[in-house]
């Protein structure tokens, strides 16, 4: 991206625009600015300052999610639950996980494992059920079932850099299955066709999205790099290139669907006002 208002794709294929939306990870904007092509003096010092800002700034909450091919019949569900809903298998509570997670020492593996055992015992898991809603989208007689919850990227980070992140994943699988197996959903890991999994790396690798964050940036940042007074939402979407705006979760803090929507309609209207 450069103040020619040209977009170079990895593959060199150039394409031009009179105004341009970013609606990805800021990080990433700032990272794929020409530097050179930046003929204003005060939008190239701006540009630099922000590159600087958000060096060292983190994404907020990321996801481990686990999807199972399931061979029970989508009544096996729907007299059970909802399509889309939030489920707490155990009433302990997460503070001793999350006070643990703060110290926990992430070169140690078997510290690791036994924080995983606890976490995912007593975490609150998002599932979503397709064909609950869509029968055509599972085989008659099986349902697919997708299982989320929240997990810190710099854990996964850590863990596959020590060189068992394949492990991880397999007993991530594993430990979900087993709490939902023991709670609303008996016999369910008997009945698993396939199943597979993603991370916050996944996520951040196939987005592009600082941290495999799912809601912009993470609160505990020094400082957060975006707009966070409704009063001022207007002006979150400008960037200090004149013709590049933003919109979406990393626009404004804290983030979400709606605001991603309204920052959305936010740039196109100074666009068109322009």
Same mark, same amino acid.
């Given at each position: 991206?450069?103040?020619?208002?040209?977009?170079?794709?990895?593959?060199?294929? &150039?394409?031009?625009? #009179?105004?341009?939306?970013?609606?990805? =990870?800021? &990080?990433?904007?700032?990272?794929?600015?020409?530097?050179?092509?930046?003929?204003?003096?005060?939008?190239?010092?701006?540009?630099?300052?922000?590159? @600087?800002?958000?060096?060292?700034?983190?994404?907020?909450?990321?996801?481990?999610?686990?999807?199972?091919?399931?061979?029970?019949?989508?009544?096996?569900?729907?007299?059970?639950?909802?399509?889309?809903?939030?489920?707490?298998?155990?009433?302990?509570?997460?503070?001793?996980?999350?006070? &643990?997670?703060?110290?926990?020492?992430?070169?140690?593996?078997?510290?690791?494992?036994?924080?995983? @055992?606890?976490?995912?015992?007593?975490?609150?898991?998002?599932?979503?059920?397709?064909?609950?809603? =869509?029968?055509?989208?599972?085989?008659?007689?099986?349902?697919?079932?997708?299982?989320?919850?929240?997990?810190?990227?710099?854990?996964?980070? =850590?863990?596959?850099?020590?060189?068992?992140?394949?492990?991880?994943?397999?007993?991530?699988?594993?430990?979900?299955?087993?709490?939902? =197996?023991?709670?609303?959903? *008996?016999?369910?890991?008997?009945?698993?066709?396939?199943?597979?999994?993603?991370?916050?790396?996944?996520?951040?690798?196939?987005?592009?999205?600082?941290?495999?964050?799912?809601?912009?940036?993470?609160?505990?940042?020094?400082?957060?790099?975006?707009?966070?007074?409704?009063?001022?939402?207007?002006?979150?979407?400008?960037?200090?290139? #004149?013709?590049?705006?933003?919109?979406?979760?990393?626009?404004?803090? *804290?983030?979400?669907? *709606?605001?991603?929507?309204?920052?959305?309609?936010?740039?196109?209207?100074?666009?068109?006002?322009?």
């Amino acid at each position: 991206v450069n103040a020619k208002e040209r977009f170079v794709e990895s593959n060199d294929e &150039k394409y031009y625009y #009179k105004d341009l939306i970013w609606a990805c =990870d800021t &990080k990433l904007l700032y990272q794929q600015i020409d530097m050179n092509a930046l003929e204003n003096p005060k939008e190239k010092q701006q540009v630099e300052e922000k590159q @600087k800002t958000l060096e060292t700034k983190r994404g907020g909450d990321s996801i481990i999610a686990v999807f199972l091919g399931t061979t029970l019949d989508r009544t096996y569900y729907t007299e059970k639950c909802t399509g889309h809903f939030f489920y707490t298998p155990n009433t302990n509570g997460l503070q001793d996980s999350l006070h &643990k997670r703060s110290a926990l020492d992430t070169s140690n593996k078997e510290e690791v494992i036994q924080w995983m @055992k606890d976490y995912y015992k007593d975490n609150t898991y998002e599932i979503a059920i397709p064909s609950y809603r =869509d029968e055509t989208l599972s085989p008659k007689g099986k349902t697919g079932v997708v299982i989320s919850t929240l997990m810190d990227y710099r854990i996964v980070h =850590d863990v596959r850099e020590q060189g068992w992140y394949d492990e991880f994943k397999s007993l991530s699988e594993k430990l979900m299955i087993e709490a939902l =197996d023991s709670s609303i959903y *008996p016999t369910l890991k008997e009945n698993i066709e396939f199943q597979f999994s993603s991370t916050p790396l996944t996520i951040a690798h196939r987005t592009n999205n600082t941290d495999g964050a799912i809601t912009g940036w993470a609160f505990d940042n020094d400082g957060i790099p975006a707009i966070n007074s409704i009063p001022k939402i207007s002006k979150a979407v400008l960037t200090p290139m #004149k013709h590049i705006y933003q919109a979406g979760a990393w626009t404004y803090s *804290p983030s979400g669907l *709606p605001i991603s929507i309204m920052t959305g309609k936010l740039a196109v209207d100074k666009i068109k006002k322009k």
